[in-house]
């Protein structure tokens, strides 16, 4: 058997490992640390960067809500950092190629096309501008969820629509935050995604660490983001650059985090 058959071989194998961790994680019953499953992961886009998983996976991460003031000494100090509300909803990734939406995932991974299809204001569509419309894959993350709800109902009404077999969309609407993959500067992606016809989020900015402390206040005082279906405020970094040096786990990005009640 030469190399080349060797090679596949290890990759099937090494695929189906990885997607039956990566099912076990999402279900909660990791059967493998994170750095394990980040290895293992690397190794598999290493020897087969096409893979499948990769293709159709659409890895959704979760938040940090650890002190703030420690990610900020760590991660973010000297840093221009964004603030924005976290919604209370859904999370929901979509897939674009060459300007259509194609694929739609629950963070769970399940596809969800046919529904995000009836929400009025998620383009499935983009515009011709060079970019949106590029051969390559664009994912996009954001929040399906109810305006001018409670975060309770929000929620429900967002995960309810997301379960029935002929979904209407009504009361739903859909907020972009984030461009997957992308290395560029987050207020030049939220710009971006605007300009694409996308709901973006509030979006404030601040260098001040006080600031964004004073914000998280108000915003458990009812007066930051309150017509919005919200459980905290999300601290991003802005460059980049840093973005792109602090990285991700398997879990969270190490470039964001939430601060809660």
Known sequence: MGNNSVGKTWAKELSGLVEKLDVAYRSGNAQVSDK???????RLKEIDPQNSYFQQKMKLLSLDN????????EKARNETMIVQPKFDGCALGL???SGTLVAAFTRSGKDVLEA?????????ELPEDGIAVSEEPLEIRGELYGP??????????AGGHLRKKNPTGAGLSFV????????????E??????????????????ADPLQVKRWHKEWLAGELFENLPTDGIVVKVNFGKTKKRLGVNSKAPNWAIAMKN
């Open 189 to 206: 992606d939220i710009k971006k995604l605007e300009s694409w016809f996308f709901e973006i989020p509030p979006t404030n900015r601040t």
């Open 95 to 97: 897939r674009y190629q």
């Open 176 to 187: 972009a935050y984030e461009i997957l993959g992308s290395t560029a500067d987050e207020i």
């Open 36 to 42: 394990q499953f980040d290895q293992l992961e690397n």
């Open 116 to 124: 995000a299809r009836t929400i009025c204001n998620l383009p499935v």
């Open 66 to 73: 650890y002190c703030f003031s420690e990610w900020w000494a």
């Open 148 to 157: 001018n709800l409670s975060r309770t109902k929000s929620q429900a009404l």
